[in-house]
């Protein structure tokens, strides 16, 4: 735990982020059969530019689950698996082996290639995490494949004096808590929020990132702003942020629980078909014979 001393917001920041669209998901099925929710990367919500897509599986019924995702491959993005409960294996062509605990992440860089299964580390029991899509610029989707995974006792928990604690991935809090990922040129945050019941929590964020809230039980009200009145996000809906300089948030009689995810937009063309995220027609191509030919 790490106790944060209140800082000062200065209080000619009015300037709130309100929510332009919400999201509710879209139930789907991915893999060799995982049943789960795609929040990010639908018909509705297609990007949010650095983010390509953002799944949630939650399920305490084995057979949403056991097939899990066997041998698949990346290029030139990043996949970030966050769990709240069970355990996921993962295992790769380099011989990289590992498992993912409740609380921990893996910050995944699949850069130029890499062919990896996700599977279960159980057979029943509740499964319950996101897996995020985060671009790579251009200039790095051919880097060489990177892990960087965390333990839940290597993530820093900000406790504030109200109750509400900020579980820091990646990113910086204006109270100083910093996250053990190295992000990158997109400088994203991604936080896990409780806000205790009643309480609000106040936060600026970077005014250029583009950001969502992704509410994962109980309900929250996000600040509005001039033109837009306050809105409220229950629990498995995707809220997307407008521009401003700061967040305000509230839970109501009970806590609220969410994934608090921005980062800077990349402004690149998008190319994308299933695991190969690129910027032309012709790297899909050669991504596609490069994965056909075993040189990832
Ligand atoms: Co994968």
Redesign the pocket.
């Given at each position: 735990m790490n106790s944060a001393t209140q800082p000062n917001i200065s209080p000619t920041i009015s300037d709130y982020r309100s929510v332009t669209q919400i999201a509710p998901g879209m139930a789907t099925s991915d893999g060799a059969g995982v049943r789960m929710t795609r929040l990010l990367g639908t018909d509705q919500l297609q990007r949010l530019d650095p983010f390509l897509l953002l799944d949630m599986f939650h399920s305490d019924q084995p057979q949403d689950y056991i097939a899990g995702?066997p041998d698949?491959p990346?290029r030139g993005f990043e996949?970030v698996t966050y769990m709240l409960a069970g355990r996921v294996r993962h295992e790769d062509n380099k011989g990289h082996v590992g498992v993912i605990e409740p609380g921990g992440v893996q910050w995944m860089t699949a850069g130029r290639g890499i062919v990896?299964a996700?599977m279960p580390e159980q057979d029943q029991g509740l499964m319950w995490g996101f897996q995020l899509w985060l671009n790579l610029p251009a200039a790095r989707k051919m880097t060489e494949p990177r892990y960087q995974e965390f333990d839940p006792s290597e993530i820093p928990i900000e406790q504030r004096p109200d109750g509400t604690t900020v579980r820091v991935i990646a990113g910086e809090t204006h109270w100083g808590t910093r996250g053990p990922i190295q992000p990158g040129e997109t400088e994203a945050l991604y936080w896990d929020v409780a806000i205790a019941p009643k309480q609000t929590f106040t936060e600026p964020l970077p005014p250029t990132h583009n950001g969502c809230l992704v509410v994962y039980d109980g309900q929250v009200t996000v600040h509005g702003d001039t033109s837009t009145p306050a809105q409220r996000v229950q629990s498995g809906e995707l809220a997307v942020l407008g521009s401003g300089q700061q967040l305000q948030v509230r839970a109501g009689s009970e806590a609220g629980k969410f994934l608090l995810i921005a980062g800077q937009p990349l402004n690149e063309p998008v190319a994308q078909m299933g695991?190969f995220v690129m910027n032309t027609q012709a790297e899909l191509m050669q991504a596609y014979r490069d994965y056909q030919a075993g040189r990832f």
């Open positions: 995702f698949h990346h996949t990896h996700e695991p």
